[in-house]
Structure formats: C-alpha cells, structure tokens
C-alpha cells in the first residue's frame, strides 16, 4: 500500500463531506431551518414500518447468538436466495446463492469487485459525471480510471468517445444509471449498444472485459421509466447493489454483487471476489441486516417523496432561467452552472444560504449536484433563496 496516498485521502476530505460539514456549522449558528443543504444523498425516507418491525422481531424472538455470529463469508444462505429469489421473479433470470455475495453496501462491492477483476496497470472506463469515489477505488485496486463523458442534454453514452477509450489494457466499464450526480437513465438503446460495443471490443482485443453495474438507484425511477436488467445485454457482467437509497439504510452497509452465470467464467470470477473479500478483511455483511433481507428484499422506502421533489425543484429553477438536466430517477438534479466555473457559482449560492456541490469531482466541470433527498418543504423553503441566487444571473 502507497502509505503517502492513504494519508493524503485521509487528510483531503470530499468536497461533498467538506460543504457537509460546512452545512452543520451554518446550522448550529443560524439555526436548522435557515440553511439549505443539499449537498449530500442521505435519503430523508425513512425505512419502512416492516423492516423495523422483522429487525425488532429477530433481535427478540430469535437466538442472539446465530443474530449476532458471523455469517458465511459471501452471506447468509436464505439472505443470498432470497435475493436471488426476487431477481428472477422481477427480471426473469436464473440466477441462484451461488451468484451472489453479500457486502457491506456499494463502496464494498466495488473496491471488492475491482480488486478481484483489474490486474495492475489495467484500464477502468467510467462514464462522466461519474461517483467521485470511483477514482479512489479504481486506484486503490491498481487500476487507471479513463473519463468518457456522456452527451449533453440527455446524458446518453457517447459511442464515438467509448470507442476511443476502449483498448487492450481495458479490464471493466462502469456503469451507474440511475445516476449520481446525472439523475439520467440509461435507456434500453443505450445498454443494448453498450453490450454490442462491449463483445466486439472483447472479440478486437483478445480479452475480457469487465461490465460493472453499480445499481443503489436501481428502484429509484420516477413516471414510469423502466431500468434495463444489464445480465440480459451482455454477459461479462457485475451487479454491485446496495439497500442503502431504497430501504433507506445508509449507515446500515448491506448490498450486494451478483456474478452473472451467463459468463463462461463466473466460478473463476465469484472466486475471485471472495479472494478480494477476504484480503479486504470484510469477515461477512452485518449478519443482522442480511437476516432481515428475506422480508424486506422487494421493499423500498416510500420512494413518491423524491418524485414529488423532483417535479418541485426541476420546475422551479428550469422556471428561474436555469438549465438542468431532466432527472428520470436517483434523487439528484445536475444544473448547468450560468458562469463557467462552477465552484464560484456554489460559492455564490452559501451567501443565500444554499449547499450544491460543484461538479468537478464528478468528472465533469460546468455544473452542480443538487441533491434533492430532503423534506419536500425544505425545498418549498429553498425556492425565494434559489430566485435571488438566479436574479443574480439572469
Ligand atoms: N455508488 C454510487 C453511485 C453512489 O451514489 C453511492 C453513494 O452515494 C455509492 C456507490 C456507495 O453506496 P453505499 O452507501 O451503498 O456504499
């Protein structure tokens, strides 16, 4: 391990974490209700009645000592069927427990998936705006992340610019659709072509490469969109999922990685990422939550909420003069900045009190994250600070 590398992730925080913490200090100081924080994506939900209540039930009823004790390394037996269970009933697959391995959330699935895939030196394409931790998971498992940015308006991948990117050193593709910080879906078309591209650069450069599917927003689409099933359009695939934004359980870490079957090598990688688990020092999933998986797999909090907010706050700035892009799910709206730095047009917006982040973590600079997981009245309360931040542009 790079020890000078670790230490300077330690010491430079975020810049979502930094205007987080920023947040918290305006609110002890001028009070809760007149900070508008939308800096970070806790869901503001809550988790559903039923996942409380079979939570309470286990921690009463069953006993404390298979509750609490370590589970199988890639996860409970009746946690990884259930979800395997719910999987093929939705998107009719056949996958079985013996694809799946249970994680401590989304960051666990990827830095373990990568860890497992991506040989020293190896390429990892990510589409911008893009997590701004992937960079640190990708470098962290040896990897080079390579930016390809999506195409304005609709953030659709560019295949021109993933055509360019592709080559013999290119051991995966990141995906996140829904979304952070886009809020776009990829559509059908997009993941089709995506799979095609894919084969035939696998066929081109004599290798495999990796589909990563990181899938928290998966539920989270709103009027109706429909999430492509990334396993139907190409088989090199990896699902890493998490429960953190469905069932609201951020804190909680419980997800997953699925290792599609229609691979040629799936047992070769599932075994790798039980290596990477374990070199990871991961033991298990919190054993509580994934107890609690068969009950509550195809529960989502009441996801209506962010719907309601997206309406709310897309027509209400796109109202004021600004542009964004029009969110099909996750909980974010990503807005052109009206000046070309984004950083001083976040900065311009503390002095009404609003928290965006710039978008230059993301990958991508010229625009802002407003991450709209908050009550629905704190961003009615929002709308006349939001008008004067615009009156100072348009
Ligand atoms: N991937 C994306 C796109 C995210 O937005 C997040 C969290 O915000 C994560 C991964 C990490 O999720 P988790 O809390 O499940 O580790």
Known sequence: MNT??????????????????????????????????????????????????????????????????????PGDFAARKAVADDLNARFN???????????????????????????????????????PEYTVFVETAGGKPVAVPCKWPDFQIDFDKLA???????AAVIINSPNNPSGAVFSEESIKKLGETLSAAEEKFGRKIYLISDEPYRELVYGGIKVPFVTDYYNDTIICYSWSKSLSLPGERIGYILV?????????????????????????????????????????????????????????????????????????????????????????????????????????????????????EQIERSLPAFKKLAEEYF
Request: aromatic share 12%; proline share 6%; charged share 25%.
């Open 164 to 170: 360019e990117a592709l080559n013999e050193k290119t």
């Open 260 to 376: 599609s079957p229609e691979n040629s090598d799936w047992k070769t990688a599932y075994a790798g990422i039980c290596g990477a688990g374990r070199a990871l020092g991961f033991v298990c999933a919190p054993a509580l939550f994934q107890h609690a998986i068969p009950k509550c797999v195809s529960m989502t909090s009441d996801i209506s909420v962010y719907e309601k907010n997206r309406d709310l706050l897309y027509g209400a700035l796109t109202g004021m003069g600004f542009e964004a892009v029009h969110p099909d799910g996750a909980f974010y709206l990503f807005v052109k900045s009206p000046e070309p730095d984004a950083n001083a047009f976040s900065e311009k917006a503390k002095k009404y009190e609003i928290l965006f982040v710039p978008s230059d973590d993301f990958g991508m600079e010229g625009f802002v994250r407003i991450s709209y997981c908050v009550s629905t």
């Open 93 to 131: 697959t056949s996958f079985g427990p013996e694809h799946l391995y249970m994680t401590c959330g989304a960051a666990a699935s990827l830095t373990i998936s990568l860890s497992a895939l991506v040989k020293d030196g190896e390429e990892v394409v990510l589409f911008a705006p893009f997590f």
């Open 4 to 73: 000078e590398r670790m230490r300077s992730l330690g010491e430079k925080r975020s810049v979502i974490r930094e205007l987080f913490e920023y947040g918290n200090k305006r609110k002890a100081e001028i009070g809760k209700e007149n900070v508008f924080d939308f800096s970070i994506g806790n869901p503001s939900v809550p988790a559903p009645k039923e996942l409380t209540e079979e939570l309470c039930r286990i921690l009463t009823e069953e006993s404390p000592l298979a509750t609490h004790g370590y589970t199988s390394a």
